[in-house]
């Protein structure tokens, strides 16, 4: 068996996610998105602007070396849970509502890159705490983001590697 190539950040992996947003969105939701440019680098900022956010960690072999992040815009969850208002008790659902879509998009990359022969296993979504969403959380990190509307609101998808 071939040993698995390491993720390099770059646009065939910013590809891969352009399809899974635009798979999951328009199959799952019928919803239209729109790509914006993606960047990589250690520079590149995540703004989390009101948005709820999720990881999944990324693993080759059972060892981590970084994370699949998805944050959307809380109107475009409200929108995919048929939401007329939102209330307190609410945001666990938006939260889940985060997690469920990260799940389906990172089902998506991992199957197009792994065919590839890349060798990521599957993680479940975890939302990222609010210590989490600061500024300099990831600022060492080597980022690619990608970011998107979905039904124009705004949203992005990164992938952020600690190697």
């Known amino acids: 068996m071939a040993e698995p190539k390491f993720l390099v950040l770059d646009d065939h992996i910013a590809s891969s996610v352009q399809k899974a947003v635009d798979q999951t969105f328009s ?3 019928q919803i239209p998105t729109k790509m914006d440019v ?10 989390f602007d ?3 956010a999720a990881q999944i960690v990324l693993t080759q072999q059972s ?3 970084g994370f699949f992040i998805a944050a959307f815009n809380h ?30 998009l990172y089902g998506l990359f991992k199957a197009s890159v792994n065919g590839e022969g890349y060798g990521l296993a599957m993680g479940l979504p975890k939302t990222l705490a609010e ?3 600061g500024e300099n959380a990831f600022a060492q990190w080597e980022k690619l983001c990608l970011p998107f509307s979905a039904d124009g609101q705004k949203c992005w998808v990164a992938i952020v590697q600690n190697h």
């Open 50 to 52: 009101s948005l709820h």
């Open 63 to 65: 060892i981590a070396f």
């Open 131 to 133: 210590k989490e969403r």
């Open 38 to 47: 993606w960047h990589v680098g250690r520079n590149v900022p995540l703004v």
């Open 75 to 104: 109107s475009l969850l409200t929108k995919v849970l048929n939401l007329e208002t939102v209330q307190e008790q609410d945001v666990a659902a938006l939260e889940d509502a985060a997690g469920e879509i990260t799940n389906m």
């Open 27 to 29: 199959a799952a939701f």
